[in-house]
């Protein structure tokens, strides 16, 4: 079943973990251009709903669908259309940030020239000296940008996101933000799993909260203020 | 196909990049190389040895023509000249010696009795059995599955470790491309040395270029895959690198010192050898009773066996060569039986472990390598068949003299026999050992993969 209107769907889809239910029929539409950020409590089922629709693990029941595909069926091809920046990115210690990044890209299909590669780390915000150099000297701050410009450089429609800022500097954060946005207006979907309610309320379309594996509230960020968001999370996990 | 490559090149750039790797695969070239080294130099040794038994027996030949040069009895010459049975190393035996480090390669002849002489030089060095050959056989037999281990340990788990497998498998390729990409540069890289060590050793070792450069390559390459698919099947049970280096090692252990010391244990048990030793001591107890026994009576014996002998002269003196002879020839015929029991026995274990070696590649692949360079046990038991043979015929030549009491001049020395033997390669047995590793190969990869397939991989 196809569903070409959005760009990300959850349909009834749960998760178990033998005695846990992870995910408990999740339903969810994200549109082109949109940016979604999912605020919970660790254990809420953020991570579990992100390796979903990588298909990293396979719903108990329900589907996830990227671009209309379902995911558990089409493993390959939705991969062509997403990009994903974990919490931690990890990389090839012995290569340097060029290279991871050559690599990345090359296994997504694009043959970029050094010049370009090099453009798109220096965008991420990583110093030109430093993408010579091998990673395994890196901070995490300068691994995320590299997984930012691996995201960026794959164009991809939809982009998941979990806790992509965590080890970014302030200011770093900030000009991520900046590229989120751009992103979007480019009709990029972004699905953002995050604890920060301020990143969530400044760039979120929309945000969800989820607990105990449910999502409880989606609200629109353009109703409510920072303050008022904080407020509402805050009302849930003690719920 | 194109991201297999890239993923090879990748690999490729990692390899470059990790120093620990570099020097597991240096060490292994080196080992290769000193194998190579050692296998040539022992074989030019043999040769050389066997070079300088020729000239011992010219030596010998022309003291005894300046001892007597208007000739005399054939009996001093037989009994003062020696003569020796040569078993010339296969141009292959470089590569894998074998057993012609524990059985001789030659044996010093007279003609006196044979079966003391074929055994006087059974004795052998324990420090040289216990250190063992380090010819390019051992290197690729018990060192190579040391290389695959050491590149193939952490094939998947490292990805797991280090944290890139979930940004990898975001990317559009599945992970059994990921893994086979890995694989096959492993095998490249092993293969390539593999291929290189053996094609050097042949150059180096200047073998005959026949059917067997095809043979040892193919068994080479298969033998490689075969610990490239343990590695895999290994590596399918999505443990971490750890336990995948101990299960490894377990393996190897398994596989290449304890199932061979087990079966040792098993064929000497199911297989018993009767001793050389003791067949030379029944015959020399017949031999030396022969000084005791009536003149006639073992001439009768002799006379039976070789009855165109009987019209010669009655022996009335105390000694003569003839009857020295006779009677030194009755010991051998007097163990006659154990003789070929105990050379039946040889090949019977020979057989038995070739049953057995389904349960260690490695054995058989020793095997396999070792019957190609004609130095496994069965090319020895031929050898002492041909030494038996040479033996008979210098008999026959000597014994017209003998009894004719025909004078032995200085120019008979050229009409002696000489003996010379080259063990033939036992390609049969190679290639069903090929075809037995062939089996192995496909179960343990059909294993991995159905293993594999079954269980569901975990990204993180």
Sequence with gaps: ?239 | MKKFWILIKYEWLNFRADKGLLILVTLTLLAGLYGIYYGTTEVQRQQQNIAGLEKLTEHNVEELKAKYPEGTDAGDIGYYHSTFAVHHPDSWASLALGQRDVNPYYIKLRLLNLQSQLYDTENINPQKVLAGNFDLSFVLVYLFPLLIIGLCFNILSIEKEQGTLPLLLSQPISLPLIVGAKLTFRMLVVLGLGLLLSILAMIWGKVLPDGRVALWLGVVMLYCFFWFAVAFLVAALQKNSAFNAVTLLGVWLLLTIVIPALLNVYVSIKQPIPQALALTIQQREVVHGGWDKPKRETMDKFFALYPQWRDTTEIKERFVWRWYYAFHHLGDVAVQDLATQYKQTLLARHELVQKLNVLSVPVNVQGIFNAMAGSDLPSYVQFLQSATRYHDSLREFYYPFLFRQITFTPADFAREPRHSFSSAPDVDSAVNGFVKLLGSVVVVFGAGLLLFRWKTASVK
Excluded at chain 1, 30 to 43: D, R, W
Excluded at chain 1, 172 to 194: C, R
């Design chain 1, 1 to 239: 079943m196809i569903h070409m209107e959005f760009a990300l769907e959850a349909r009834q889809l749960k998760k178990q973990y033998q005695d846990k239910l992870a995910l408990k029929g999740l339903n969810l539409q994200i549109e082109p251009g949109e940016i979604f950020c999912l605020l919970g409590q660790n254990g809420a089922g953020k991570s579990t709903t992100i390796n979903l629709f990588l298909g990293f693990i396979t719903p108990t029941s329900g589907a996830a669908y990227i671009n209309g595909l379902e995911v558990a069926t089409n493993q390959l091809k939705v991969k062509e259309y997403l990009a994903y920046i974990p919490e931690n990115v990890m990389l090839y210690p012995n290569l340097t940030g060029l290279e991871n990044l050559a690599l990345f890209s090359s296994l997504a299909g694009f043959d970029y020239s050094p010049e370009s590669l090099m453009q798109y780390l220096i965008e991420a915000g990583l110093p030109s000296e430093a993408a010579t150099r091998k990673v395994g000297a890196y901070s995490k701050g300068m691994r995320q940008k590299v997984g930012i410009a691996i995201a960026v450089a794959k164009r991809a429609k939809v982009l998941l996101l979990d806790e992509p800022t965590s080890g970014l500097d302030p200011k770093a954060s900030n000009e991520f933000s900046d590229l989120l946005l751009k992103l979007s207006s480019q009709g990029t979907a972004i699905f953002m799993a995050t604890h920060d309610i301020f990143r969530a309320k400044e760039v979120g379309t929309r945000v969800g909260i989820m607990h105990e594996g449910e999502l409880v509230d989606v609200l629109s960020t353009a109703d409510l203020n920072a303050n008022e968001l904080e407020n509402l999370y805050l009302n849930y996990m003690h719920a």
